[in-house]
Nanobody, 124 residues
Framework: QIHLVESGGGSVQAGGSLRLSCGVS????????MGWFRQAPGKEREAVAS????????LYADSVKGRFAISRDSAENTVDLLMNSLKPDDTAMYYC?????????????????WGQGTQVTVSS
């Protein structure tokens, strides 16, 4: 079982930055692909980014490429999402997720464990 706790959300003006962090506990951190997803009110959940167990491979949704960066710290058992050049369209609840596999993926079906989410609000 893997337990995930997100932090770092908040309100920011367009063009600003935020860093989200996900604390991971339980077996599997070092062997599982990790990801960030988001869901805005009235919209479906969408993938944001994914990172391999060793951190060497990453995958991003087209909407955040060049603006967001996912990273992981094995010593701290954390997965971070640095978000730059934020836009109002980035407003959503952001969720950290852990896959049961090592392969990076932007498919929510590949992820078995989810955090409670942290809210990000970007004003224009």
């Amino acid at each position: 079982q893997i337990h995930l706790v997100e932090s770092g959300g908040g309100s920011v003006q367009a063009g600003g930055s935020l860093r989200l962090s996900c604390g991971v506990s339980g077996y599997g951190y070092g062997t599982n692909c990790m990801g960030w997803f988001r869901q805005a009110p009235g919209k479906e959940r969408e993938a944001v980014a994914s990172i391999s167990p060793d951190g060497d491979r990453t995958l991003y949704a087209d909407s955040v490429k060049g603006r967001f960066a996912i990273s992981r710290d094995s010593a701290e058992n954390t997965v971070d999402l640095l978000m730059n050049s934020l836009k109002p369209d980035d407003t959503a609840m952001y969720y950290c997720a852990a896959s049961k596999r090592a392969t990076v993926a932007l498919d929510a079906a590949a992820y078995a464990f989810w955090g409670q989410g942290t809210q990000v609000t970007v004003s224009s």
